[in-house]
């Protein structure tokens, strides 16, 4: 049984949520406060985790620098949760390293549609050889990508879309084959979460982002 993280100081949402998840199959603890959430996981690491950025003691974004920042949990596959809605806000949270955005309030059947598709897209690969292109080096057996040598961390997200785009280095993906490979066929959020990505990653690969080529009203290509 996965089991799910809710960090969560409102009591009336934490129960909400725990109550939901538990429902749909999910083991779940919830955490009132940043503190004792980043205590607990350092024993027992979580499938999910259903992070608000609103905490008491040490804002949300923080704790998600923290955990992206760390080998064995920046690839634990993260859902802010968060009553700011500007896309600033979003834009934000999917920079630090966030796999997906959901803002208060929301119905509790696109919470766990929203979970399902992540944790589809996070089960664990077989390692395989690298993936070259250039001055990019992927490696799918320990998730590592490294550009001229250098170390790029990359979240679970960004992983992903590099490792699309590097299997089928020359040919143009589309925006949804892009989307539904990389966040499924149910996910709610924008497509714009999708340029997002791609901004950030061409950001983290420095000069080699250059090779990540936009094909206008079509999607992407790496070259």
């Not at 996965?2 to 919830?30: C, H, M, P, Q």
Request: overall charge negative; aromatic content about 6%.
């Amino acid at each position: 049984m996965k089991t799910i993280y809710v960090v969560e100081d409102d009591a009336d949402i934490r129960e909400i949520e725990i109550f939901a998840l538990r429902n749909s199959g999910y083991a779940a603890e919830g955490f009132a406060c940043a503190a004792d959430f980043l205590n607990s996981i350092k024993d027992q690491k979580p499938s999910l985790i259903l992070l608000d950025i609103m905490l008491p003691d040490e804002d949300g974004i923080s704790v998600l620098k923290k955990l992206r920042a760390q080998p064995d949990t920046r690839n634990l596959p993260i859902i802010l949760v968060t009553a700011k809605t500007t896309e600033l806000d979003k834009v934000k949270g999917l920079d630090m390293g966030a796999d997906d955005y959901i803002t208060k309030p929301f119905g509790v059947m696109e919470l766990i549609s929203r979970i399902k598709a992540l944790l589809r897209r996070a089960k664990p690969e077989r390692a395989e050889e690298e993936l070259t292109l250039s001055d990019i080096v992927l490696s799918r057996a320990n998730r590592s990508c490294q550009v001229s040598g250098e170390l790029v961390e990359l979240t679970y997200k960004e992983f992903e879309l590099l490792s699309l785009l590097m299997q089928n280095a020359g040919i143009v993906l589309t925006r949804d084959s892009l989307m539904e490979n990389i966040w499924g066929i149910d996910f709610l959020g924008e497509s714009r979460t999708l340029d997002v990505h791609i901004k950030t990653l061409r950001k983290k690969l420095g000069d080699a982002g250059k090779h990540i080529k936009t094909v206008r009203n079509v999607g992407y290509l790496l070259q």
